[in-house]
């Protein structure tokens, strides 16, 4: 089902153009009124699957969250495991969880990047423990600077250069001695942030 097909079954039960980067009350009130839940739980699986698809461009965490809670909640209807208005509630939730992460990013004062950065940094429950939260935010904004700084080739078709970025990364992360804990996983996760990051920034130069 394409974008455009989900707008027209929502014109043909009487609904307005969703916009699927807010989740208004008013929208997801809207999808709990209407007579077929099963098209209401399909129609709402699609505009978060796409926006899912969004994060996964831009933000390693977020992406895989709100992947495996929507997974959790299409097995479960398509195993007829819980009726459907209550899969379409679980839609809903996760709705707001989006709008909540949206919101919660815009209080940090980081850009999009950065944030991405920050989530990922804070996987690790000794960095949110034992650093400041200004601390992990400047780790954010310096790896956002690094990864600019490195993504100059196509690391895709020259190793070397992936290499380096992933040496400046870990150089970084030492400064900061992060992770306390020294988990080698919390390390990897910011790597994998930092390799998105250059991804991203590769494709917009070459667009």
């Known amino acids: 089902m394409s974008a455009g097909e989900v707008v027209d079954i929502f014109g043909a039960v009487g609904l307005k153009k969703p916009d699927i980067s807010i989740f208004s009350e008013e929208f997801l009130a809207e999808i709990r009124g209407l007579q077929y839940k099963s098209l209401a739980a399909e129609v709402l699986r699609k505009l978060l699957s796409d926006e899912i698809k969004t994060y996964k461009k831009t933000n390693l965490v977020k992406a895989k969250s709100f992947s495996e809670m929507l997974e959790a909640a299409v097995i479960k209807l398509q195993k007829k495991a ?12 996760l709705a707001k969880e989006m709008q909540k992460a949206k919101e919660a990013g815009k209080k940090t004062g980081l850009n999009e990047k950065e944030i991405a950065f920050y989530d990922a940094i804070c996987t690790n429950e000794s960095a949110v423990r034992e650093m400041k939260d200004d601390v992990l935010k400047q780790i954010a904004r310096e790896l956002v600077k690094t990864v600019k700084e490195n993504a100059k080739v196509d690391w895709n078709i020259r190793e070397n250069v992936r290499a380096q970025m992933r040496v400046a990364v870990k150089r970084l992360l030492r400064k900061y001695d992060y992770p306390p804990d020294a988990q080698e996983a919390a390390t990897e996760i910011v790597l994998e942030q930092a390799a998105l990051l250059g991804e991203d920034l590769l494709a917009s130069a070459s667009a």
């Open 82 to 93: 819980i009726e459907t208005a209550e899969v379409i509630e679980e839609l809903i939730k």
